[in-house]
């Protein structure tokens, strides 16, 4: 999952951290606001490319797709799903802006 120099492998990671540490006793709003910042640095990291953008978070959701059956932990379901919220909201606002940039409405 290594593509110039960026490896989404470290976000899997960390998301699934969070979740665990949720499901060891972390505050639901402490594992959201650790999620929340794990996207961020993310975003922050990605390139300016909004097409490459699109391939990691769409790539990103596929990753968390597997860690995310309906036989886990609740716990560890509402910080998996509070991650995938926040990973489409960033992939649906590339997608808007590589149309608004190419001038398609």
Known sequence: MRENG??????????????????????????KRQVDSTVQHMRINLRDDKPYQARQWSTLLDALKAYNRNTVDPRW?????????????????????????????
Request: net charge positive.
């Open 6 to 31: 960026f490896d989404l492998q470290l976000y899997v990671v960390e998301i699934r951290k969070i979740a665990a540490a949720h499901q060891s006793g972390l505050s639901l709003l402490e594992a």
């Open 77 to 105: 379901a509402k910080v998996i799903n509070h991650a995938n919220f926040r990973i489409k909201s960033r992939l649906n606002t590339v997608i808007y802006y590589r149309k608004r940039l190419s001038g398609q409405q």
